[in-house]
């Protein structure tokens, strides 16, 4: 299509867009109608959705990437616009053989058939920014990366154009309604532009998609449970990218798998803690894993993946990608590294602290975490969404998608019915960094519940938190005990703050505001609880400190306080440790 009609098109369909936007957000409200536009706003939201989603199929570009970038934004849009955009998958009609050996001549210098012993003109896969075709490298360079068969990746010809006219419309179009008070309050759309054209500019670059791929590699080097494609440098350019053609069975392919004899569940495990690691170890991670990047090989001579022996990871048997995990019997190989994230130390310290209150099912912490990272805007009211972690956690913690699954529904009814609309409201907005973890993790987690049922993703990342505990040494070992202090205080004003409720309640004072009641009262019981327990181990080992220590006592009296002393770690290990039951 001609960029400038092109152009005119898309601004069509942005002019309609805006049009309902300004007519039912600001117009309507000012005419007494603001219940009536409210009432309609998901309605006409989602059949945006899906007017986007048949214009992105039909004309490509970076219409099917924004649709499927803000498919992610559940900080932004409800789940029935992002599960309209979800679907859209990068598939286009393939340029012709003629039209792709063009560019391949421009950018290698040589036509397919002398730049390649073998090119198949028939496209592996077309998508919108370019497609793929297999080839056979001539004998030198297949001795030279020790490779024959490869994949060869090219750019859509005058896709440059493309990209910038759609960078335009959209640039356009943020400068407009985000000057909305609608808009604005809720999120800096120039800034998310510009995030998504920076992302967009990289993966039609193809060295920065091979320099992503070496990174990779050489990251997971080490690592028998990954494998990454090899790159042919000399055939690689800007517009043409060769890699190693590794393709094998679909990470989702169930049935596949099991023919080869690989099970569903461990590879589940694999994918997760794979994943996980490069969260959190090599902080370097493939932010789009969907089911066509990732897949499963075999393998015959139980070597795996990487290009030696030994594993990766945290180096312990007992925690992910440690020594002590059995050969599975495949690898899982990663391609098209055209979106990758990095994860910066001021950002690990904050997943890192995120991971821990995850794992621990601490609320408070939680929150504050979200706070620091920058996800929560000045309006949001933390203490309430800190009681809805706390209530999810209380109802719903720790349970895999098919325990979700078999719940009683009227459990969930009754969540929704009281936080559903902190849910819908909740001023937040995940920075980009941030946004690709949580991308790639909610592509992580289904595709490891569709490969196995009773998978849980809490359980995959709760090692990651405690070996970070561990890490934190004697500041998480001084936070307990602050804690601990902290709860023998509130157990000594435990008893008047009781007398004043009931007397709120004698005098038909009390205002119940949400019905929570009874999940608070029973949070005080078990900080209750855990104070006893505190005042218990000061007790025990201060007494037995003192018999210990005192020359004036006998051999029983010491003996006594050892006693004591050991005795002691019981109800510490109780209040550290315990976070009383589910009631």
């Known amino acids: 299509m001609n960029p400038s009609l092109r152009y005119l098109r898309l601004m069509a369909f942005a002019v309609r867009l805006m049009t309902t936007l300004l007519w039912c957000d600001l117009v309507l409200p000012r005419l007494g109608l603001g219940r009536l536009s409210a009432r309609g706003r998901l309605r006409r939201m989602s059949a945006a959705a899906r007017r986007f989603h048949r214009l992105a199929a039909a004309h490509g570009g970076l219409l099917i990437k924004l649709g499927q970038f803000l498919s992610t934004r559940l900080d932004m849009l409800p789940a029935q616009v992002t599960g309209e955009l979800s679907s859209l998958q990068d598939e286009a009609p393939a340029v012709s053989a003629e039209r792709i050996a063009a560019v391949i001549e421009a950018e290698l210098g040589a036509p397919p058939a002398i730049a390649f012993a073998a090119f198949d003109a028939r496209p592996l896969a077309a998508a919108s920014l370019g497609q793929a075709h297999r080839a056979v490298l001539h004998p030198g360079p297949a001795a030279a990366y020790g490779m024959s068969q490869v994949v060869v990746k090219v750019q859509r010809p005058g896709i440059e154009r493309i990209v910038e006219v759609d960078l335009a419309v959209l640039r356009r179009v943020a400068g407009i309604v985000g000057r909305l008070p609608t808009v604005s309050a809720r999120v800096d759309l120039p800034a998310l532009i510009a995030e998504f054209a920076t992302t967009s500019r990289q993966e039609i670059d193809y060295r920065h998609e091979a320099s992503a791929a070496r990174r990779f590699r050489t990251a997971f080097r080490a690592d028998a449970r990954v494998k990454t494609p090899r790159i042919a440098q000399s055939l690689c350019t800007g517009r043409v990218l060769t890699l190693e053609d590794v393709t094998a069975i679909k990470i989702n392919d169930v049935a596949a798998l ?6 569903p569940h461990a590879v589940a495990d694999a994918f997760a803690a794979v994943m996980l690691d490069q969260f959190f170890v090599h902080r370097f991670f493939h932010a789009d894993p969907h089911p066509g990047n990732v897949f ?5 001579d139980g070597t795996v993946g990487g290009e030696a022996g030994g594993t990766g990871g945290l180096g312990e048997p007992d925690e992910p990608g440690g ?20 994860v910066s130390e001021a950002l690990r310290a904050t997943v890192r602290d995120f991971a821990i209150a995850l794992a621990g099912e601490r609320p408070g912490e939680l929150v504050d975490s979200l706070d620091r990272l920058g996800v929560l805007l000045p309006s949001a009211d933390k203490r309430l969404i800190e009681r809805a972690l706390a209530e999810l956690f209380d109802r719903f913690g720790g349970l895999s998608i098919a325990q979700l699954q078999r719940k009683d529904q009227r459990e969930f009814a009754e969540f929704f019915s009281e936080f559903g609309d902190l849910l819908r409201d ?5 920075p980009e960094d941030f946004l690709l973890i949580f991308r790639a993790v909610s592509i992580v987690s289904g595709l490891c519940s569709e490969l196995d049922h009773e998978f849980n993703m809490w359980d995959a990342v709760r090692p990651y938190g405690l070996r970070l505990m561990r890490e934190e040494g004697g500041n998480f070992a001084r936070d307990q005990v602050d804690r601990v202090i902290a709860g023998v205080r509130m157990f000594v004003r435990l008893p008047g703050r009781i007398d004043d409720l009931v007397s709120v309640i004698s005098a038909g004072d009390l205002a119940v505001q949400t019905p929570g009641v009874d999940r608070e009262l029973r949070g005080l019981e078990r900080v209750a609880r855990r104070a006893v327990a505190g005042i ?3 007790g025990l080992f201060i007494g037995g400190a003192v018999l210990f220590g005192t020359a004036a006592v006998g051999a029983g009296a010491r003996v006594v306080g050892v006693v004591c002393m050991s005795g002691s770690l019981v109800p510490l290990a109780y209040a550290l440790l315990a976070r009383g039951g589910r009631d």
């Open 426 to 430: 909740l001023p937040f907005q995940l």
């Open 536 to 538: 218990v181990f000061a």
């Open 323 to 342: 020594l002590g995990a059995p050969d599975p019997g495949f690898a899982l190989t990663f391609i098209d590294f055209g979106m990758m994230g990095e």
């Open 258 to 263: 099991r023919r080869a004899g690989i099970d």
């Open 296 to 300: 499963v090989t075999p393998t015959a």
